[in-house]
């Protein structure tokens, strides 16, 4: 499982000073981009630059547990679940304390630019996807 670090900031709470439900998904995006360019070597700044290409999300479920509030510290966990042709699917826990605050799953595909259909996984890519899928097994 990928570990990700989120601060809950003033700027993700609204006026009780509790996250506001659509700030998480900028969280889990985040969450995302970086196990993108830290585990499998293909920063956004890669993919949308030189790959030209895009992993916009199909689909996403929430289920919200508890409230996070501002000072607290989200330590989101990332784990790939599904490796398809030109998708992926993805789950996701956050936690503050040991409490946990969300659990979601989403499915990411990839697409080719500037068309953005959905294209097959690059080779490199794959394998990298694929090593994931198979650590998250023994795990």
Not at 16 to 21: C, D, H, K, Q, S
Not at 44 to 58: I, N, S
Not at 101 to 111: F, I, N, Q, T
Request: with cysteine; aromatic share 10%.
């Amino acid at each position: 499982m990928y570990l990700y670090r989120q601060a809950v900031l003033f700027q993700h709470c609204d006026l009780a000073g509790i996250v506001f439900f659509p700030r998480y998904f900028e969280m889990l995006n985040a969450a995302v981009e970086s196990w993108f360019g830290e585990r499998l070597g293909h920063s956004f700044a890669r993919l949308h630059g030189e790959m030209r290409a895009g992993l916009p999300t199909a689909r996403i479920e929430v289920e919200f547990k508890q409230p996070s509030r501002l000072g607290d510290m989200l330590e989101i966990g990332l784990r790939l679940s599904r490796l398809g042709r030109s998708s992926a699917g993805l789950s996701f826990e956050a936690r503050s304390g040991g409490q946990l605050r969300l659990a979601a799953a989403s499915v990411l595909v990839y697409v080719r630019l500037p068309e953005g259909r959905p294209a097959p996984w690059p080779e490199a890519l794959r394998a990298a996807l694929q090593q994931e899928l198979e650590d998250g097994a023994d795990a």
